[in-house]
């Protein structure tokens, strides 16, 4: 499980399965940004019907299950965040990114663990696989 995670001093490349930075990438791949009628959003994610958003509030996640439909508040525990991920092929693989750490759900945002280091401001977050 890779990602890019796009920071104030470049692209870095992030093993999330061993929890380490692997080095400098070149770019953060395109996302399309699916659009959202919530107020106060950061960012926003999309994989098949699952929309997971960062909203300025507490928790500062929404998620959809069923297209932008319904949502449920998700991530009580979670600092104020700047970007998120969903693994395409797994949805319930999630990527959150808070100032300059980044916290991984592999249950679809019920539960999140910190990654054990940080990095430079993160400007932006994506799943290379």
Do not use: Q
């Amino acid at each position: 499980m890779i990602a890019a995670v796009a920071t104030v001093e470049g692209v870095v490349l992030v093993d999330v399965e061993n929890e380490e930075p692997l080095g400098g990438g070149t770019e953060l791949p395109s996302a399309d940004v699916p659009h959202v009628d919530l107020p106060r959003v950061v960012a926003a994610a999309r994989a098949g019907a699952t929309i997971a958003c960062v909203v300025e509030r507490r928790p500062p996640l929404a998620i959809s299950r069923d297209g932008g439909a319904t949502w449920t508040e998700a991530g009580g525990g979670l600092p104020a965040g700047f970007a998120i991920a969903i693994a395409e092929d797994e949805p319930d693989r999630m990527l959150y990114a808070a100032r300059n750490r980044l916290y991984l759900s592999t249950n679809g945002g019920v539960f999140w663990r910190s990654l054990p280091f940080e990095l430079p401001d993160i400007e932006g977050i994506a799943w290379l696989d």
